[in-house]
């Protein structure tokens, strides 16, 4: 569909991932330009996300007002929403640790709730967590319509003739066209440079002299722009799932491309080794092409007669990778599939795209789409994409030619670019840098690139599966809190075990 989102699935147990619903919290008052907002009670945020509220933890809400650009303020603004989470059992309280979990669209304010439950990090900090602009509670970029949204997570990831492939161009013109109708060069204005510096109207907002942060994925590169922005205004940050802030486009498509081949390999080995669990074993690739192959021409129906094309079944294949627990989940559906029930694929895919049973989407894959097709300065063109298809298709063959396809939206985006800064955090303190070996989404060669970029970076290594690692294992929960807490850098080299 429209490439890879890069949201942390990581949690309190392994388990969690990101979380789906929107919920409506209480309104505080916005104040002018990042300055001292109004905290409303919003318990029916953690109520609708966790079906109640943990005890002893208040959540409240509030909305700042930021510039609709930093470079050129004309008293125009947007609404940025914030959700803070305070323990009554806090003691020698820090400050405040903001969240982001990745993206870009995904909400801080609803994954705050969920790291609100550490203790570790409860106990001395207020957990805070903010939707940046254009995403869920924040001034929202929407302009993507349901029925669109289906016929492009359903479209062949891997369109063969040229008509298919100029069908899947129009439908993404035909979006591209509607979001520059609606905003028009507003849309450059959702830009990650223009967030980093939001992060700091937050970080007053709350009263924090220095930011302590948690970024994950998509966070990271956020967290790499504000610390090369801001670096004097660092206590300590935390990017998980690091992304390579110096890749262009097409090096980071391909990157996931190989990414998510070795996540799908360490699966299909995980199949032979326990077959027991996976009824697609020994060969869980050769069903998966089996089943592509086949919906290409007949494909299976579902619930209300909703079809299980090829993109549904490509899109809940990548869900199911980000996640350990997941690769069960994915051989069942598979195995399902093959007998004809679509309920797994269906679920695994809904998930992924933030597609609710009445079919109806969040704003996350329209803020991706704007952040994403912001961010770069160019980008290949179709031309380009074409060919890469097929080369892809060659060296990757199960994501090659999709993670090549996702980049069409971009390649037809309507509007001006505002390309993030790259460089060093000159004057910050060390930043701690954490890469998991088996990450899909942001293979593990971007973190000690990263942390290279930075000059001040440390990396931190999981030899895990999945993408994303706090708070998953003991040994990188340990280490990231005793950094976030004491400042305690990790040893160079530290390798958490799987």
């Not at 223009?194 to 907002?205: E, G, I, L, P, S």
């Not at 009263?207 to 967290?223: I, M, N, R």
């Not at 998510?260 to 998966?288: H, I, K, L, M």
Request: charged share 20%.
């Amino acid at each position: 569909m429209v490439g890879v989102v890069g949201t942390g699935c990581a949690g309190p147990d392994s388990e969690w991932v990101a979380p789906r619903a929107a919920a409506t919290p209480g309104t505080g008052s916005a104040a002018p330009n990042g300055g001292a907002p109004t905290w409303t009670d919003c318990s029916d945020v953690a109520r609708n996300l966790l079906n109640g509220v943990p005890r002893g933890i208040t959540y409240q809400c509030a909305t700042i007002k930021v510039p609709q650009d930093w470079t050129a303020d004309n008293g125009e603004t947007f609404d940025i929403a914030l959700l803070r989470a305070r323990s009554s059992r806090q003691t020698d309280r820090i400050g405040s640790l903001l969240i982001n979990p990745g993206g870009p669209g995904g909400s801080g304010v609803d994954y705050a709730v969920y790291l609100s439950q550490l203790p570790q990090l409860n106990s001395r900090f207020d957990v805070v967590g903010f939707d940046p602009r254009g995403v869920g509670r924040s001034t929202q970029v929407k302009c993507m319509t349901d029925a669109q949204l289906d016929t492009l997570f359903g479209y062949d990831p891997d369109p063969v003739a040229k008509a298919d492939f100029d069908t899947f161009v129009a439908v993404n013109r035909e979006v591209s066209d509607a979001c520059s109708a609606k905003y028009g060069e507003s849309l450059r204005l959702f830009s990650t440079v223009q967030t980093a510096r939001d992060m700091d109207a937050v970080r007053k907002a709350v009263g924090d002299e220095k930011t302590t942060y948690l970024g994950y994925s998509y966070g990271t590169l956020l967290g790499a722009v504000y610390a090369h922005l801001f670096p004097t205004n660092i206590r300590a940050l935390v990017l998980d799932g690091a992304i390579d802030p110096t890749e262009q486009a097409e090096s980071r498509s391909e990157g996931q491309a190989r990414g998510f081949e070795r996540a799908f390999n360490n699966f299909a080995e995980w199949c032979g080794q326990t077959p027991v669990s996976c009824p697609v074993a020994p060969d869980p690739r050769a069903v998966v092409q089996e089943q592509l192959a086949a919906a290409r021409t007949a494909p299976k129906a579902g619930a209300g007669g909703r079809q299980a094309t090829p993109g549904w079944i490509f899109t809940a294949v990548v869900a199911s990778l980000y996640v350990k627990d997941d690769w069960e989940k994915l051989a069942r559906a598979l195995d399902d599939l093959r007998d004809g029930d679509t309920t797994g694929i269906f679920t695994l895919a809904d998930g992924y795209a933030e597609r609710d049973q009445n079919g109806h989407y969040t704003n996350l894959f329209d803020a991706n789409t704007a952040v994403n097709c912001t961010d770069y300065e160019t980008y290949p063109t179709l031309e380009r994409i074409r060919a890469l298809q097929s080369d892809w298709r060659k060296k990757y063959p199960l994501f090659g030619a999709g993670l090549a396809m996702g980049m069409v939206n971009c390649a037809v985006w309507p509007t001006k670019h505002d390309p993030y800064p790259v460089g060093a955090a000159k004057g910050s303190p060390p930043i701690v840098v954490v890469g998991t070996k088996g990450d899909p989404a942001t293979p593990y060669e971007q973190a000690p690139k990263l942390a290279d970029v930075l000059g001040t970076g440390v990396v931190l290594t999981w030899n895990g599966e999945g993408h994303t690692a706090y708070p998953q294992t003991i040994c990188i929960t340990q280490a990231v809190n005793n950094y976030l807490i004491n400042l305690r850098v990790p040893a160079k080299g530290t390798v958490c075990p799987a």
